[in-house]
């Protein structure tokens, strides 16, 4: 049954309310916007920077604090790119707005051999670009339009990828220390995201234009992600709330969590790498571990 125009706007007042409640969790619990901040939020034409630039709008006319924003889109000069959409978007919403222009398409095509990936040299590209921009303009915030399904494709391409336990943090320092990178949508669902894009009926400009797939692995990870989903929509959740539930002590990094001085009597002794016979050192170090037995495992698992 198709639903009344009464239920869908209750439906959409819900989504756009929980959506709000998330965002200002977000903002609240990690610190990301403070007075007088001036808040660049990046602009890209798809579905997650419009709503994020919806959402802050909202949020500032009702902020506890004053801060000010401004819409930035980098036109990255990829064929058919729709240049006239945003800024009517941005004038009809009466937002203030800054158009970038820079070929990075005709450097990224020039530099990566057909057939490989993109946008690894895109990205960096354009992050350079913005935050040059961001400096420049005395930008104190640059807001983009990640979310929470972003940040879990993240975590599980740098477990299997990068052998490392890390995702997206809803609030970054740039390396060089001069900038604060924050996501506001860290906390909100993609699938909200679509269908408050979709009611909302932005001008969404296709994200095929230059002509990239999305990382494959990514897209493969997004798979498993939804496949999950499907399956068990609380084992998403609980990921999600795992990567801010972290217990140092329970993992194996040795710089977070002081192993070597715990019940420890005396200054640890050096000298434990016994030489393997017959194996040099990347010989010993490459070899199969021995499997554990079931009742050790068992009884120091927790
Ligand atoms: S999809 Fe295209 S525009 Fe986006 S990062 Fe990749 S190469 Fe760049």
């Known amino acids: 049954m198709i639903p009344s125009r009464r239920e869908q706007d209750t439906e959409f007042a819900k989504l756009a309310k929980r959506l709000r409640r998330n965002v200002g969790r977000a903002i609240e619990e990690y610190n990301l916007i403070e007075a007088g901040d001036r808040v660049m939020v990046c602009l890209s034409g798809g579905k997650d920077s419009y709503t994020?630039?919806?959402?802050?709008?909202?949020?500032?006319?009702?902020?506890?604090?004053?801060?000010?924003?401004?819409?930035?889109?980098?036109?990255?000069?990829?064929?058919?790119?729709?240049?006239?959409?945003?800024?009517?978007?941005?004038?009809?919403?009466?937002?203030e707005y800054d158009i970038?222009?820079?070929?990075?398409?005709?450097?990224?095509?020039?530099?990566?051999?057909?057939?490989?990936?993109?946008?690894?040299?895109?990205?960096?590209?354009?992050?350079?670009?913005?935050?040059?921009?961001?400096?420049?303009?005395?930008?104190?915030?640059?807001?983009?339009?990640?979310?929470?399904?972003?940040?879990?494709?993240?975590?599980?391409?740098?477990?299997?990828?990068?052998?490392?336990?890390?995702?997206?943090?809803?609030?970054?320092?740039?390396?060089?220390?001069?900038?604060?990178v924050i996501?506001?949508?860290?906390?909100?669902?993609?699938?909200?995201?679509?269908?408050y894009a979709e009611?909302?009926?932005?001008p969404i400009i296709p994200c095929t234009l230059c002509g990239s797939q999305e990382h494959q692995e990514r897209r493969r990870i997004r798979e498993m992600l939804d496949a999950w989903q499907r399956e068990s929509p609380k084992r998403i959740e609980n990921l999600f709330n795992a990567i801010g539930n972290v217990k140092p002590s329970h993992l194996m990094?040795?710089?977070?969590?002081?192993?070597?001085?715990?019940?420890a009597r005396a200054t640890p002794a050096a000298g434990w790498l016994v030489p393997?016979?017959?194996?040099?050192?990347?010989?010993?170090?490459?070899?199969?571990?021995?499997?554990?037995?079931?009742?050790l495992m068992s009884e120091f698992e927790d």
Do not use: W
């Open 52 to 95: 994020l630039l919806d959402i802050l709008l909202e949020l500032q006319r009702k902020a506890p604090v004053s801060f000010h924003i401004r819409a930035v889109n980098l036109d990255q000069k990829q064929p058919g790119f729709p240049a006239h959409v945003l800024p009517e978007y941005l004038r009809s919403r009466g937002v």
């Open 199 to 202: 009611a909302r009926a932005f």
């Open 100 to 180: 970038i222009e820079q070929d990075t398409y005709s450097i990224v095509k020039r530099v990566i051999p057909e057939g490989r990936t993109t946008c690894g040299l895109c990205s960096r590209l354009r992050r350079g670009i913005l935050y040059r921009y961001a400096a420049e303009h005395g930008m104190t915030r640059i807001a983009l339009g990640h979310h929470r399904d972003d940040i879990l494709a993240t975590l599980f391409l740098n477990l299997f990828h990068g052998g490392s336990l890390k995702a997206m943090p809803p609030k970054l320092l740039s390396d060089d220390g001069r900038h604060v």
């Open 253 to 263: 990094d040795s710089a977070l969590h002081d192993f070597r001085g715990l019940g």
């Open 183 to 195: 996501r506001p949508l860290a906390l909100c669902r993609e699938i909200d995201i679509a269908r």
């Open 276 to 295: 393997v016979p017959g194996m040099n050192e990347e010989e010993a170090d490459s070899a199969e571990p021995l499997p554990r037995a079931a009742s």
